[in-house]
């Protein structure tokens, strides 16, 4: 992230055209530009190669599996030339290890909990809500490597 700009930007859009005009002209105002998993699953590394001549990329892609899964993905977003890189921490340490020891260049966050999840839609997986497993999924994926939390402001 460019430090003088805190701030990132939602590149959340399939249309790898608008993507880059959006790159272009937000790039030189913001910190880091957010290519999602939309934008991912749509065009692939592409989506992260039209972001990046505008400024760095966060690929937010929530990762969630097996730990050599993860790491493998999280060595190929790297090769992309990305910044960030999300994990979700609910996929424990040994995942969350795994993709940091593969990308050592790239910034991991952990996404601690959804936000689109209210205690409701927790309760009905048999989660606690947010407020009660954020800090802890927040100081376990710290632990485990990723150095940075994504969280709900609850």
């Known amino acids: 992230m460019k ?32 290519v999602g998993l939309q934008a991912f699953a749509a065009h692939g ?3 992260f190669a039209t972001a990046r001549p505008h ?21 190929a977003v ?20 795994a993709a940091a020891e593969a990308a050592p260049d790239v910034v991991i966050l952990a996404v601690t909990v959804l936000t689109s ?13 947010a407020a009660e497993q954020g800090p802890r999924l927040a100081l376990l994926a710290l632990d485990a490597g990723a150095r940075g939390i994504v969280c709900a402001p609850t």
């Open 3 to 34: 430090p003088e700009i805190p701030l990132a930007v939602a590149l959340d859009t399939d249309d790898l055209g608008r993507l880059g005009v959006l790159a272009e002209l937000l790039g030189p105002h913001v910190g880091v530009l957010k």
């Open 45 to 47: 590394p592409a989506a």
């Open 55 to 75: 400024g760095p990329v966060f690929a937010d892609l929530k990762l969630h599996d097996i730990p050599n899964t993860a790491a493998g993905a999280a060595r």
């Open 78 to 97: 790297a090769e992309g030339g990305v910044a960030y890189l999300t994990v979700h921490a609910a996929g424990g340490p040994a995942m969350i290890a």
């Open 117 to 129: 999840l209210d205690a409701a839609a927790l309760a009905a997986v048999g989660q606690p809500p």
